[in-house]
């Protein structure tokens, strides 16, 4: 079965940069998008950015003010998100989610990953 | 503030018929975007509901159908069960191809 696997709760300060990645696996890499959304403590969903696996190309949320650089490993079948600068709105969970390559929906998602940003 | 917008609760007694709505303009969906749903249980990795406007994953009940019309979109929750209670958002495109979600909305089952 389709596996999403993310690394773990990250605890930050202000000004800093996170790393989390998400390790897939019982499908072909490179045949899917993968997706970034985080969502804040209380708070709705909110996507930040994709990236192709096959060819590398990125396109990510304007709110982020170029804060984020999306990468893959096709050797290890794992999408990275960066996140720098960080600040106290920062504090979330943020998911990877597979996009389903017929319909463009997020048909897989990781299990999340906490990141809090103290001060 | 969300791009499409969805009202913030529904609810419903148990075996009754909820809508959620999901509205944006004709900058998202009214450009022909499709519309996917997500359901989020409490504490819970969101999952897909409905996508492509109508579709169910396999494994969905057939209780929930979306549709959509013009500038907006709906999800229909019928025969409601206890276990239905969740957070539904749905997502569609903006002129840039940029992902939009809705606020979400909190179904309760009374």
């Known amino acids: 079965q389709f596996q999403l696997v993310q690394s773990g709760a990250e605890v930050k300060k202000s000004g800093a940069s996170v790393q989390v990645s998400c390790r897939t696996s019982?499908?072909?890499?490179?045949?899917?998008?993968i997706n970034w959304v985080r969502q804040a403590p209380g708070q709705g969903l909110e996507w930040m950015g994709w990236?192709?696996?096959?060819?590398?190309?990125?396109a990510s949320s304007q709110t982020l003010q170029g804060r984020v650089t999306l990468t893959t490993d096709a050797s290890t079948s794992t999408a990275y998100l960066e996140l720098r600068n960080l600040g106290s709105d920062d504090t979330a969970v943020y998911y990877c989610?597979?996009?389903?390559?017929?319909?463009?929906?997020?048909?897989?998602w990781g299990q999340g990953t906490l990141v809090t940003v103290s001060s | 503030q969300s791009v499409l917008t969805q009202p913030p609760s529904v609810s419903g007694a148990p075996g009754q018929r909820v809508t959620i709505s999901c509205t944006g303009s004709?900058?998202?969906?009214?450009?022909?975007?499709?519309v996917h749903w997500y359901q989020q249980l409490p504490g819970m990795v969101p999952t897909l509901l409905v996508y492509?406007?109508?579709n169910r994953p396999s494994g969905v009940p057939d209780r929930f159908s979306g549709s959509k019309s013009g500038t907006s979109a709906s999800l229909v929750i019928t025969g409601l069960q206890a276990e239905d209670e969740a957070i539904y958002y749905c997502?569609?495109?903006?002129?840039?191809?940029?992902?939009?979600f809705g606020g979400g909305t909190t179904l309760t089952v009374l």
């Open positions: 989610a597979r996009e389903s390559s017929h319909s463009g929906s997020f048909d897989f």
């Open positions: 019982g499908y072909t890499f490179t045949s899917h998008n």
């Open positions: 990236i192709s696996p096959s060819d590398g190309f990125t």
């Open positions: 004709s900058s998202n969906i009214g450009t022909g975007y499709d």
């Open positions: 492509g406007n109508t």
């Open positions: 997502q569609s495109y903006d002129s840039t191809l940029n992902v939009v």
